[in-house]
């Protein structure tokens, strides 16, 4: 038998014992094992052998788990767009062409919202127009012969009634 010095004999006396110490405890047996196989993969440790199975089947289910939990987020991330979707159909009378272009704008501007991407974008669009503008009651010009006829043969007169009217229609709020 071949000689070991007295450095080799305490090394492995050591490496020994911190074995031991690894495998007594629970906390710490399970991860020497796990390195032992890392490190040869063919070494038998049975504790480590018979729950392969398990684990495999375990693992199999998690992933199965995992799957349908993110299946369950993609379908409730679906019904809030969809929801979102209908509410600016029923509340703005938005197109399917129209919803594709509030959702590219809210993709140019990064924003999440389609209400808020609405208003955002209502905001942009110039002002509409009035017919007429407010003071102005709605028969003012009823009868044009008569209107042309009063400013030309009394344009004081005239301009008081038509003041009178824009007054009226103010204070009564319809302006």
Do not use: C
Not at 3 to 13: F, P, W
């Amino acid at each position: 038998m071949p000689e070991i010095s007295d450095v080799d004999a305490a090394n492995l006396l050591a490496a020994g014992k911190l074995v031991s110490v690894l495998t007594s405890r629970p906390d710490t047996r399970r991860e020497l094992q796990l390195l032992v196989k890392k490190i040869n993969p063919n070494a038998p440790i049975p504790e480590l052998d018979a729950a392969r199975p398990v684990e495999d089947k375990l693992d199999a289910l998690t992933k199965s788990v995992e799957e349908l939990k993110g299946g369950l987020v993609q379908k409730e991330q679906n019904n809030a767009l969809e929801s979102a979707r209908n509410q600016l159909r029923s509340k703005f009378n938005y197109t399917d062409d129209g919803i594709k272009e509030l959702e590219k704008f809210m993709l140019e501007t990064n924003t999440a919202d389609h209400m808020v991407a609405h208003d955002a974008l209502q905001a942009r669009q110039p002002a509409k127009r009035a017919a007429r503008p407010s003071f102005q009651p709605a028969n003012l010009f009823a009868d044009e012969a008569e209107d042309e006829k009063m400013w030309n043969d009394n344009p004081e007169r005239a301009l008081d009634r038509e003041l009178n009217r824009a007054f009226e229609a103010i204070a009564t709020g319809n302006a």
